[in-house]
């Protein structure tokens, strides 16, 4: 998955309602003219969007306060987001603002009905138009996850401030943010807060497979203990590193234009320079601590000094085959390849790039994607 999803699936309505129907057809139309917007047969597919959510909205299809209507409510507004979605790719910024208008007001109507499922199903349409003006206003990557995180947990307070939902739609919309939040944190490594909702999910529903991404959960706390023999030969040992945090990096090697290049080029690289050069040059806090993280004192005031964290790359790029070579750096590495001891099974690394945090006591206190490089202060602070 990329770091972050812009717009929350717009499929998730369309597996509220099951029972054939003309509003079923209607919603595989609209289906496949959102697949056909990625195609040479974009224009056509923009057509017939516009003439579908113009026919959802006519009365002889949506019918107030009737199941009916909040069935062709819902795939009208997929048919609208559709149409957003495809603006904002191309710089039509006018006409997005159109069809997000049109979601809000549709979305404004459901939220004024008594049942639950209506109110449930605006919110949610109302928040994906919020998430799609987060990502079209923030500065970077990292702010707008911060802002999509604040929005989900505010939905989520929302619908469950007088408990889970009674109503079977309310409760898979609100299960679907659950979802897309969980992805949120883990790919800034907030891996408290995911496995604690993941721990209340599974209460409710122990068999739940799109939790399955993770299981990591049951590894945090452990104790990690390995020793490595790295590219250079030398010997990695775990248990020499107690006192000291260690921040894994899974680095998947990658190709860009007809260069080779190391991952020197992204945020999360350089991220963990700057915690590796402050260990190396003895970067402490106020009290000469060379703990992971510590207040600084005098000079500027209140800033954090990073230093006493070491950065362990695990190279995934088999070199030998792909011609890709790490740039000079004077982290250890380990090279893991077939045959050879493999941390990814160990730390159940299923994605990449991926980091593990180990804290100073040698515990495994976090796993997380390219986002955790923004959150390091917090978790190697706690």
């Not at 597996?15 to 079923?24: E, G, N």
């Not at 799609?132 to 990292?142: G, Q």
């Not at 993280?293 to 800033?303: H, N, W």
Request: charged content about 20%.
């Amino acid at each position: 998955m990329t770091v972050f999803a812009l717009l929350l699936c717009c499929h998730w309505a369309s597996v509220l309602w099951a029972k054939p129907s003309s509003l079923d057809h209607l919603r595989q139309q609209v289906e496949q003219a959102e697949q056909s917007l990625q195609t040479i047969n974009a224009p056509q597919a923009r057509e017939q969007l516009n003439q579908l959510q113009t026919q959802l909205s006519s009365g002889d299809t949506l019918q107030a306060h009737t199941t009916r209507s909040l069935r062709a409510s819902g795939i009208r507004m997929e048919a609208c987001h559709a149409l957003a979605v495809d603006a904002r790719v191309h710089g039509r910024l006018r006409e997005m603002a159109k069809w997000i208008s049109i979601i809000r007001t549709e979305a404004w109507m459901l939220r004024q009905n008594s049942d639950q499922a209506s109110q449930s199903t605006g919110a949610y349409w109302h928040l994906l138009t919020d998430m799609a003006e987060i990502r079209r206003l923030s500065k970077d990557l990292h702010a707008g996850q911060r802002a999509s995180i604040d929005r989900l947990e505010r939905f989520i307070q929302e619908q469950t401030r007088y408990g889970e939902p009674f109503d079977p739609v309310a409760m898979r919309l609100v299960d679907q943010v659950r979802l897309s939040l969980l992805s949120l944190w883990d790919q800034r490594g907030m891996s408290q807060k995911v496995c604690k909702l993941v721990g209340q999910m599974r209460k409710r529903d122990p068999q739940n497979a799109a939790l399955k991404d993770f299981n990591y959960c049951q590894l945090l706390g452990r104790t990690f203990n390995v020793k490595l023999v790295l590219a250079d030969g030398q010997t990695w040992d775990s248990r020499e590193k107690r006192g000291h945090p260690v921040v894994i990096y899974f680095w998947p090697g990658e190709r860009i234009g007809s260069q080779s290049k190391g991952p020197t080029h992204h945020d999360l690289w350089q991220q963990l320079r700057t915690w590796e050069t402050a260990g190396r040059t003895g970067g402490t806090g106020g009290g000469g601590k060379t703990g992971a993280l510590s207040k600084a004192s005098g000079g500027g005031g209140g800033g954090i000094s990073r230093g006493g964290a070491e950065v362990l790359l695990v190279d995934l790029s088999h070199a030998r085959q792909s011609g890709l070579s790490l740039p000079a750096i004077a982290w250890p590495v380990y090279r893991q390849e077939e045959g050879q001891f493999s941390l990814t099974q160990l730390l159940g690394i299923a994605t990449l790039p991926r980091v593990a945090v180990i804290d100073a006591q040698g515990r495994i206190k976090a796993i997380g994607g390219p986002g955790i490089g923004d959150e390091l202060d917090q978790i190697l602070g706690n």
